[in-house]
T-cell receptor, first 111, second 114 residues
Framework: EDQVTQSPEALRLQEGESSSLNCSYT??????LFWYRQDPGKGPEFLFT???AGEEKEKERLKATLTKKESFLHITAPKPEDSATYLC????????????FGQGTTLQVKP | GAGVSQSPSNKVTEKGKDVELRCDPI?????LYWYRQSLGQGLEFLIY????????KSGLPSDRFSAERTGGSVSTLTIQRTQQEDSAVYLC????????????FGSGTQLSVL
């Protein structure tokens, strides 16, 4: 059974204090690993898709990396507006395109 | 429309009543998904539509839950005889073809069962 575990559950940072969020996964036949951002009261918003180990993608202060067992979302010099819940999801061998999500990491960045 | 639209945004009901939640996906998207998010939890898959067919209903928690999609567009999720444990945010998402491309989510319906 495909599984995704995210850590930590919550993370509090000072503005400018860099850190990383972890996403560990177990999946039969990884076809893609997705990162989403979710703000309170809203649906998840797509950030990145990674397809193979060694791949990296960047967007502003965010950088996502992928190994065969886990993915990291690195946040460099975060700002208060980066505060949100970050969700990791995997696409396995299912031919429906459905994503299996982790529990999320809630990030709070204080000014 | 410009994005995935869900209605109502909030629904309060009494235990034992039936509720209907509506999702209007992005125009032209053939794949549609329903997820459920309980407080502080991740997203739980419920059902997947490709066009008007539902080839994957594996996430529906009981036979009180059903969904349909008409005209390859609007979908309705129905919960019969609601229970308190049904309280959650119900999220709808669509994608172009259901082949593993990114999902676009609506803002969800917050369901509260008293």
């Amino acid at each position: 059974e495909d599984q995704v575990t995210q850590s930590p559950e919550a993370l509090r940072l000072q503005e400018g204090e860099s850190s990383s969020l972890n996403c560990s996964y177990t999946v039969s036949g990884l076809r893609g690993l997705f990162w989403y951002r979710q703000d309170p009261g809203k649906g998840p918003e797509f950030l990145f898709t990674l397809y193979s180990a060694g791949e990296e993608k960047e967007k502003e202060r965010l950088k996502a990396t992928l190994t065969k067992k886990e993915s990291f979302l690195h946040i460099t010099a975060p700002k208060p507006e980066d505060s949100a819940t970050y969700l990791c999801a995997v696409l396995g061998s299912s031919n429906t395109g459905k994503l299996i999500f982790g529990q999320g990491t809630t990030l709070q960045v204080k000014p | 429309g410009a994005g995935v639209s869900q209605s109502p945004s909030n629904k309060v009901t009494e235990k034992g009543k039936d509720v209907e939640l509506r999702c209007d996906p992005i125009s032209g998207h053939t794949a549609l998904y329903w997820y459920r998010q309980s407080l502080g939890q991740g997203l739980e898959f419920l059902i997947y539509f490709q066009g008007n067919s539902a080839p994957d209903k594996s996430g529906l928690p009981s036979d009180r839950f059903s969904a349909e999609r008409t005209g390859g567009s609007v979908s309705t999720l129905t919960i019969q005889r609601t229970q308190q444990e049904d309280s959650a945010v119900y999220l709808c998402a669509s994608s172009l073809a259901g082949l593993g491309e990114k999902l676009f989510f609506g803002s969800g319906t917050q369901l509260s069962v008293l």
